[in-house]
């Protein structure tokens, strides 16, 4: 007799993961008006980057952990970021810098995961073993990933938001920006260091995984007879 299927249905319905939908949800609509109403993209794409914070914490409340809702979360994060850098980069020349930053932001965590998976950890969040200060520091402390994290976000919104044109020169944009006194050019100035030490833990954090994807192999290699 053939072995009847666990149900899945409970575990799509876990609270964090419908507050995930609502994020992928808001999202859509954030994109949808991107052009023609900047602030209330501004708005909702932040307001959904901020639920990542309330899934977390329902399903830590609720006991409802899950595989498919981690994986979510960071699905959402990572392709919401990806249109946002996208979006930059039919605005600002050169174009590559933005492209350049989702590469290694996708690469990064593609390879962190993976590797994560190769040396059997719960978590990718799981770094004591790493030989990086910072690294250990960015998954160890709540409060300095979130600077890192909000910084970084914050800066694209704002970059979006002070583009007058639809194609901008980067460095007189943020220069002409940094000079003048106004909101956007104070949240422009306070995220660009935390958005620095987030693309500095990116390339740390894609080294790591190569790393731990190299090991493997050269483990694997030895086992054979």
């Given amino acids: 007799m053939a072995k009847q299927r666990p149900a899945t249905l409970s575990v799509y319905l876990y609270i964090p993961n419908i507050v995930g939908y609502t994020r992928v949800l808001l999202n859509c609509i954030a994109f949808s008006v991107c052009f023609s109403n900047k602030t209330l993209f501004s708005l909702l794409y932040f307001f959904s980057f901020c639920c990542d914070a309330v899934d977390g914490w329902c399903a830590r409340k609720f006991n409802q952990v899950s595989t498919f809702g981690a994986v979510l979360d960071m699905v959402t994060d990572r392709v919401s970021t990806a249109c946002l850098l996208v979006i930059l980069s039919q605005i600002y020349r050169p174009s590559l810098v933005f492209l350049s930053l989702l590469a290694l932001d996708i690469a990064s965590h593609w390879l962190q995961m993976y590797s994560t998976f190769l040396s059997g950890k719960a978590s990718h969040k799981d770094v004591k073993d790493s030989t990086s200060w910072l690294f250990r520091l960015y998954y160890g402390n709540p409060m300095f990933m979130g600077y890192c994290c909000v910084s970084c976000e914050v800066l694209y919104i704002t970059l979006l938001l002070i ?13 002409k920006s940094l000079m003048q006194i106004s909101p956007l050019s104070l ?19 894609m080294k790591t995984a190569a790393d731990v994807c190299v090991l493997y192999d050269i483990e694997k290699q030895h086992k054979k007879p």
């Fill in 163 to 175: 583009a007058k044109n639809q194609t901008e020169n980067l460095t007189s944009v943020v220069v």
């Fill in 187 to 205: 949240l422009l100035a306070l995220s660009i260091f935390g958005w620095s030490i987030k693309q500095i833990i990116n390339v740390i954090q």
